[in-house]
């Protein structure tokens, strides 16, 4: 399918990335003691509020560093190939790769030495690892990026911090559909080619501005489970633009859903052509609309329309010990 160019919505980049985690605690141990972000929200998945949503990020949440997860506890191991984002990128500062490269080798996280890769226009240095339940995440070595992380916290002292999220790479069994997307509708420019894959990125310094699209025919489809990815989210800066963005992408012959209230922004999801589901966010209006931003992800919040059942809710969701 072909997609008509000229979209009205100039792109801001990545809002966040979802993904399936199996134990809660885990999950929040390994990302606020090993890799020192912020658990910026404790509340539940809106649309089965036996789950927990955790959302780490930088000190406010904000958009563009954000990594939520879903914890089901009984979660069979998901498996990586088509259809899925296979690669979480973070950007660290230029010279912090061999501190953090030391940091996981210390704590026993089985982690690749930095190797440069082709990066589009120029080669770019990574960290690859496995969180605990397998997710991969890469550390990027990223300069000019003027976001500060989470300073200081977990051992992590601010100038190694992790500034936010730098790039996501979807696997997909062809090219070109994909691509049509994130140029035609998500207003992103080719910035470089491979032999199985490109890179898009937004124009300017936008962070986490960057989509890698590696094409592999032959590989077996993915399966969404434990230690995957569940969506991307694009921020949209306002309601309004989002609203504009929806009608482009309906008239465009997606399946989009309505625009959802998800409390710390206002949510619209579809399927790009080769299985991976997206999400355009809103910037606001952020995490401290219902707690202090010094109290953010310390007590399990709960949307007004679920507060009504809080002791039920409760009740199911497993004990979960918070930094
Ligand atoms: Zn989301």
Same mark, same amino acid.
């Given at each position: 399918m ?10 801001h ?5 979802? /993904?399936?985690?199996? !134990?809660?605690?885990?999950?929040? =141990?390994f990302y606020?003691? %090993?890799? &020192?972000?912020r658990? +910026? ?8 509020p036996s ?18 997860f879903f ?5 069979p ?5 088509t259809g ?26 089985d ?16 960290l ?12 990027? /070595?990223?300069?000019? !990026?003027?976001?500060?992380g989470? =300073?200081?916290?977990?051992? %992590?002292? &601010?100038e190694?911090? +992790? ?6 790479a ?8 994909t691509?049509g ?12 080619e ?19 699209v590696?094409?592999d025919?032959a ?7 434990g230690?995957?990815v569940h969506?991307v989210?694009?921020?949209?800066p ?6 504009r ?5 309906v008239?465009?012959?997606?399946a989009v859903t ?7 922004f206002?949510s ?8 991976v589901?997206f ?28 507060e009504p ?7 199911a ?7």
């Amino acid at each position: 399918m072909a997609y008509r160019a000229g979209m009205s919505v100039a792109p801001h980049g990545l809002h966040h990335v979802t /993904a399936i985690a199996s !134990d809660p605690q885990r999950n929040v =141990d390994f990302y606020t003691a %090993v890799l &020192g972000l912020r658990l +910026v929200k404790t509340t539940v998945n809106f649309d089965n509020p036996s789950t927990y949503h955790l959302y780490y990020g930088d000190e406010a949440g904000r958009p563009s560093t954000l990594l939520t997860f879903f914890p089901w506890p009984s979660v069979p191991p998901g498996r990586q190939g088509t259809g899925l984002t296979t690669a979480t990128a973070f950007g660290v500062p230029p010279t912090s790769l061999g501190w953090w490269q030391r940091r996981l080798t210390d704590r026993g996280i089985d982690v690749d030495p930095p190797r440069d890769r082709d990066a589009g226009d120029a080669a770019e240095e990574v960290l690859t690892f496995r969180d605990p339940d397998g997710l991969v995440i890469d550390l990027v /070595a990223a300069s000019g !990026d003027a976001r500060s992380g989470w =300073d200081g916290h977990a051992g %992590v002292p &601010g100038e190694h911090a +992790v500034r936010g999220l730098h790039a996501v790479a979807l696997t997909e069994r062809l090219l070109e559909p994909t691509a049509g997307l994130l140029t035609g509708l998500l207003g992103m420019d080719l910035s470089g080619e491979s032999g199985t894959g490109a890179r898009f990125t937004t124009a300017g310094d936008t962070p986490a501005g960057t989509v890698d699209v590696v094409a592999d025919p032959a590989r077996n489809r993915g399966l969404q489970a434990g230690g995957t990815v569940h969506h991307v989210a694009f921020r949209a800066p306002d309601g309004e633009t989002q609203a504009r963005w929806r009608t482009e992408l309906v008239e465009a012959g997606l399946a989009v859903t309505e625009i959802l209230d998800r409390r710390y922004f206002t949510s619209i999801y579809f399927r790009e052509p080769g299985g991976v589901l997206f999400e355009i966010a809103t910037d606001q209006p952020g995490f401290a609309v219902d707690e202090p931003l010094l109290e953010l992800g310390r007590t399990l919040k709960l949307p007004p329309w679920l507060e009504p059942d809080r002791e039920t809710i409760e009740a199911a969701l497993p004990p979960l010990c918070r930094p």
